[in-house]
C-alpha cells in the first residue's frame, strides 16, 4: 500500500511541477513572481535529483524570445532559485545560462520597446 501511495504522490508533483513551469509565462508580473517563489521553493528540496529537468526547461523558455513573457517568468524563477543556491551549484550552471542570457542581451530590439 506504502509503494502505491508514493508513486501516486510523485506521479502528482511531477504534475504540479509541469504546471508550474507553465505558468510562468503569465503577462501579469505578480503572478509570475508567485509562480517562481513556489519553483524556488521545490527546486530547494527536489532539484537536481528529483527535478533533473527544471533547469533543460527554464533554460528553454528563456531561449524562446517569441515568448516575452515566458522569457521573463524564466528569469525571475531562476533569479529566485540563484537566491537559494550554494556555491556548489552556481559554477555548473553559469555555463548553461550564458548563452541565453546572451541572446537576451544582444537582442536589444526585441527588449527595448517592452
Known sequence: MREMFSGSASSTKSIIRRQLLIALDDPHGKMC??????????????????????????????????????????????ALIFGDLNDKFVPKLIPALFTCLYTIVSSFNLWSSQ
Not at 537536481?48 to 533543460?56: A, K, V
Open 33 to 78: 513572481t508567485a509562480v517562481g517563489v513556489a519553483v524556488a521553493s521545490i527546486a530547494q528540496y527536489d532539484w537536481p535529483e528529483d527535478w533533473p529537468d527544471l533547469l533543460p526547461l527554464l533554460l528553454n523558455l528563456i531561449g524562446d524570445q517569441g515568448n516575452v513573457n515566458g522569457v521573463r517568468g524564466a528569469l525571475r524563477c531562476l
